[in-house]
C-alpha cells in the first residue's frame, strides 16, 4: 500500500490517499493506520485524476512540425501522405515511444489511438504502462468491395485478436472507421457490422472541415456525416468522433442518442484552420465532450493541459463571454468524459474504488504563485513541466523528471536517427 | 569577450557569435580567433532575439488565478478594483520580483509595464537586470481639471525624473494615459502635450472592447478611440496602444501614419470575452503588431512563447486559413516588432552592434523532437521550460534553471507570504 499525504485535490485539502495494488483504496481527511510502503508527500501540488487523449495519432511524431503553415490540401499531399508512405513498423514503434514519454511526462495516462502499424503502437504502450484504446482504421473506396476481403480488415481482426483487453485491461482495441469521405456505404454498414459484433468501441473522424461536411451532403442525399454514420449503424456500438466542428443542430440529439462521444482538438483545428466547434452548445446539448490532441503533425505537442487551455481560452473568446466555459468544465472534459469515451468505468475520477489513474500538478512552479484555487492554476497557469508525478493502475511511471518504465536518453536518440534518416 | 558555438538562428547553421560587454560583436560561419571568458555550445538549441512582452501589469502576478471565468465587469467591480484598493509598494515590489523571475526565465528581456507604484517595478527590474519601459498612468474624470494639479502627474514626472534612462538606458520612463474612458478630452491633450515636450513615449488600453470602442463613439459625436487620441495629438509621441480588437477600418491609416504600435494580448483577449483582434489585417495594413501578456490577473501568465503559440494558432482557426499567419510573423512580433515599439533601435535582433539581448532555446526536449526547422520547433512545439538561458545587454540572467541576478527561493517565499497575507 502507498499514500499520499497533504493531498489537495478539486474537493478538498489537506486529504490522504491510499493506493492498494492498481485501486484507490480510501480518501479521507484522518491519517489512515497501517503499514505503507511508501508515504508521498503531496504538498504543493493538486491531485487530479489522469489526462485522456481522446483522438491522437501518436507515431506522428515523427512528422512534428514537418509541414507548417500550409493550407490543409498542400499540407496532406505535399507532406503528410508522401511521408507516411515511407512508414515502417520500426518507426511506428520509435515514434510511439517517445509519444508515450511526451504523453506520460504531460500527465496522460491513456489515449485513444488511429493509425497504421498498430500493433507497434500496442507494444509501446504495453512497455510503457500506459492505457490506450488503439485500432487500425477501415478505408474503402470501391462501392463493390466487401471489406470482409480487404487487407485492412484482416489487420483490424488480428490487432483485436491479439491485443484487445491485454495487460490487465490497459489495451483496448477499437474499431474505425477513418471517415465518410475515405468509405463507402457498403464498408461503413459493414464496419459497424463488425464492432457490433465484437463488442467493440468505434473510432472516426467526424466533420473535421466544411468541405469535408459539404461534400458528404452532396453524395448522400443531403445527409450530414452524422446522419450517414448514424443510418449505417456506425453509432450503435459506443462512439468516439473525432473534430465535429461542423455539426449541425439535427445532428446533435443523434449524438446524443448514441452516446456517441465528441473528441474536441481544439489546438488541430485552429492551427489547420477547420474551425471552432461549439463546445458549451454540445455540452449543453448533453453530449459528452472529451478531448484530443490529434497527430504531433498538426498540433505539435501531445499536450493535453494545451488542449485544456486553448478550449477554455477559444470559446470565451469567439462567444465574448468569459463565463461559457469553466475551469471545472475543461478539466471534467480532460478526464472523466475521456475515460467514460473509452468504455473505462472504473477511471477517470479520484475515488475509492476506482484505477489509481492519477497525476500531481507542481502548483508551487513560478508560474504558478500564486495559487488561490489549484483547480485554476493547473487550467490557466501551469504547463506540461509542473507534472511532478504520473501513475497508471497504481504504478508510479513518472516522478520529478524521472521515467520509471523507459529509459529517456534512448528513447530520445532512437527518435533523433530515425527522424534524420526517415526521408532518405 | 564570450563565444558562443555550434549557433542556430532563423538565418542559418553552424555559426559563431561574440558578444563584447553589452553588444554582439560578430556572428561568422568561421571560428573568430581571440581569448574568450566563455565559451557556451549551443548544439541542440534556437539563438532567438529576446523575447518583448509589451503590454502588461507586472505586479498583477498578485492576482494570478483570482477572479476566473467571469464576466469582466464583474471581474472588474467585484475582484480587481476591491483587491487594487489594497496595494502597497511592498506587495508591487515583491510581485514584480516575481513577474522579473517568470519573464527572464520564460526568455523575456524587457516588458512594458503600465501600473501602480511604477516605482517598486522600476527597483525591480534594475535589481534583476531586465530592461523595461514603465510607467504612472494618468486617469482624470472631472473635465474642470488639468492634470498639472494632479497627483497622478506628479508621481509620473517624479518617475521620469528618477527612473528615465537608468541603467545604462536598460530603464525607459513612459507618459501614459490609462484610456480613453477614463480620461477626459482635457486630460489626453495635455498629456499628449506633456509627453512630445518630454520626447517620451506614450501607453495606453485602447479599444479593447466593443462595449469601450462604442461608447466613445456615443460620447465623441462618432470617433472611436483611435481617432479620438489622433485628434488630441497623443500619437504625435511614439504610441504602443494595447489591445485594439475593434479597431475600424478608418483608424487602420492613422495608426500607420504616426507609427503607433498595436499591442497584441490575444490570451487576454479571448479569456476576459474581449474578441479576436485581426491581426492579419492590421500587419498588412503596415502596423507595426507586437505582443503582450496583459497582467496575470487575466491571462494567467507571462509567457510571450504562449502568445506567440496563441496568436499563430487563433488567427489561423477564425479565418479558416492556415497559411493566413507564419511562424515567421508571430516571431517576429515578440521580437523586433517590441523593440521597435519601445524605442530601442539597436535592440531585438541578432546583428552585430546590436545590444546581446538573446535566448536559446532546447530544441531536443521530448516535446521538440524531430526539429525540422528549429523556429517552427520554438512557435509550435516549445515552452517556456525549455528556454536555457537568457541574457539582457551582454549579461546572463538565467541559464539552466539558475538565476543568477536574483534568489529565487526568497522571490517565491516573500511572494507567498504576501499572498497569503493580502487580504487580511
Same mark, same amino acid.
Given at each position: 500500500m502507498?499514500?499520499?499525504?497533504n493531498?489537495?485535490?478539486?474537493a478538498?485539502?489537506?486529504?490522504? +490517499?491510499?493506493?492498494?495494488g492498481?485501486y484507490?483504496?480510501?480518501?479521507?481527511?484522518e491519517?489512515?493506520?497501517?503499514?505503507?510502503e511508501?508515504?508521498?508527500?503531496c504538498?504543493?501540488t493538486?491531485?487530479?485524476?489522469?489526462?485522456?487523449?481522446?483522438?491522437?495519432?501518436?507515431a506522428m511524431?515523427l512528422?512534428?512540425?514537418y509541414?507548417?503553415?500550409?493550407?490543409?490540401?498542400?499540407?496532406?499531399?505535399?507532406?503528410?501522405?508522401?511521408?507516411?508512405?515511407?512508414?515502417?513498423a520500426?518507426?511506428?514503434?520509435?515514434?510511439s515511444?517517445?509519444?508515450?514519454a511526451e504523453?506520460i511526462?504531460?500527465?496522460?495516462?491513456?489515449?485513444?489511438?488511429?493509425?497504421?502499424?498498430?500493433?507497434e503502437?500496442?507494444?509501446?504502450v504495453?512497455?510503457?504502462?500506459?492505457?490506450?484504446?488503439?485500432?487500425r482504421p477501415?478505408?474503402?473506396?470501391?462501392?463493390?468491395?466487401?471489406i470482409?476481403?480487404?487487407?485492412?480488415l484482416?489487420e483490424?481482426?488480428?490487432?483485436?485478436n491479439?491485443w484487445?483487453?491485454?495487460?490487465?485491461?490497459?489495451?483496448?482495441i477499437?474499431?474505425?472507421?477513418?471517415?465518410e469521405?475515405t468509405?463507402?456505404e457498403?464498408?461503413?454498414?459493414?464496419?459497424?457490422?463488425?464492432?457490433?459484433?465484437?463488442?467493440?468501441?468505434?473510432?472516426?473522424?467526424?466533420?473535421?472541415?466544411?468541405t469535408e461536411h459539404?461534400?458528404?451532403k452532396a453524395?448522400?442525399?443531403?445527409?450530414?456525416?452524422a446522419?450517414?454514420?448514424?443510418?449505417?449503424g456506425v453509432?450503435?456500438?459506443?462512439t468516439t468522433?473525432?473534430?465535429?466542428?461542423w455539426?449541425?443542430?439535427?445532428d446533435?440529439p443523434?449524438?446524443?442518442?448514441k452516446?456517441?462521444?465528441?473528441a474536441?482538438?481544439?489546438v488541430?483545428?485552429?492551427?489547420?484552420?477547420?474551425?471552432?466547434m461549439?463546445?458549451?452548445?454540445y455540452?449543453d446539448a448533453?453530449i459528452?465532450?472529451?478531448l484530443?490532441?490529434?497527430?504531433?503533425?498538426?498540433?505539435?505537442?501531445?499536450? +493535453?493541459?494545451k488542449?485544456m487551455?486553448?478550449?477554455?481560452l477559444?470559446h470565451?473568446?469567439?462567444?465574448?463571454?468569459?463565463?461559457?466555459v469553466?475551469?471545472?468544465?475543461v478539466?471534467?472534459s480532460?478526464?472523466?468524459c475521456?475515460?467514460r469515451?473509452q468504455?473505462?468505468d472504473?477511471c477517470?475520477?479520484?475515488?475509492?474504488?476506482?484505477?489509481?489513474?492519477?497525476?500531481?500538478i507542481?502548483?508551487?512552479s513560478i508560474?504558478?504563485?500564486?495559487s488561490?484555487d489549484?483547480?485554476?492554476?493547473?487550467?490557466?497557469?501551469?504547463n506540461?513541466?509542473?507534472v511532478?508525478?504520473?501513475m497508471?493502475?497504481?504504478?508510479?511511471?513518472?516522478?520529478?523528471?524521472?521515467?520509471m518504465?523507459l529509459?529517456i536518453?534512448?528513447?530520445?536518440?532512437e527518435?533523433?536517427?530515425t527522424?534524420?534518416?526517415y526521408?532518405?
Open positions: 502507498l499514500l499520499f499525504t493531498v489537495t485535490t478539486q478538498g485539502k489537506d486529504l490522504y +490517499v491510499t493506493v492498494d492498481a484507490i483504496k480510501s480518501i479521507t481527511s491519517r489512515p493506520a497501517g503499514n505503507f511508501r508515504i508521498i508527500d504538498k504543493d493538486l491531485m487530479l485524476p489522469g489526462l485522456y487523449n481522446t483522438h491522437t495519432h501518436a511524431t512528422f512534428r512540425g509541414g507548417e503553415d500550409l493550407p490543409l490540401q498542400r499540407w496532406l499531399t505535399e507532406r503528410i501522405f508522401p511521408a507516411e508512405e515511407k512508414l515502417t520500426q518507426s511506428v514503434y520509435t515514434a515511444m517517445l509519444a508515450a504523453m511526462s504531460a500527465g496522460i495516462v491513456s489515449f485513444t489511438d488511429m493509425y497504421m502499424f498498430p500493433e503502437t500496442a507494444r509501446a504495453a512497455e510503457t504502462g500506459m492505457k490506450a484504446n488503439l485500432c477501415i478505408l474503402s473506396f470501391d462501392p463493390d468491395e466487401s470482409k476481403d480487404s487487407e485492412r484482416a483490424a481482426m488480428s490487432l483485436y491479439e484487445h483487453n491485454a495487460c490487465d485491461g490497459r489495451i483496448k477499437d474499431m474505425s472507421l477513418h471517415a469521405y468509405n463507402t457498403r464498408s461503413c454498414r459493414e464496419t459497424a457490422e463488425y464492432a457490433k459484433s465484437l463488442g467493440a468501441n468505434m473510432h472516426i473522424h467526424l466533420s473535421e472541415t466544411k459539404e461534400e458528404c453524395r448522400h442525399g443531403g445527409r450530414t456525416p446522419c450517414f454514420m448514424y443510418d449505417c453509432f450503435d456500438s459506443k468522433a473525432a473534430h465535429c466542428v455539426l449541425e443542430d439535427s446533435l443523434l449524438l446524443r442518442e452516446g456517441v462521444t465528441v474536441h482538438n481544439p488541430s483545428n485552429l492551427k489547420l484552420g477547420s474551425g471552432v461549439p463546445y458549451r452548445k455540452r448533453g459528452n465532450v472529451s484530443g490532441t490529434d497527430g504531433a503533425a498538426s498540433n505539435n505537442t501531445l499536450d +493535453v493541459m488542449e487551455y486553448v478550449a477554455a477559444i470565451k473568446g469567439t462567444s465574448l463571454a468569459p463565463d461559457s469553466t475551469a471545472a468544465d478539466l471534467e480532460a478526464t472523466i475521456g475515460s469515451a468504455g473505462r472504473d477517470g475520477r479520484l475515488e475509492p474504488g476506482c484505477r489509481a489513474d492519477l497525476i500531481l507542481d502548483t508551487d508560474n504558478n504563485i500564486p488561490y489549484p483547480a485554476y492554476t493547473a487550467v490557466y497557469s501551469a506540461r513541466s509542473d511532478r508525478l504520473t497508471v493502475d497504481g504504478k508510479i511511471l513518472y516522478e520529478n523528471g524521472e521515467f518504465t529509459d536518453e534512448k528513447v530520445k536518440a527518435m533523433r536517427y527522424c534524420a534518416h526521408f532518405d
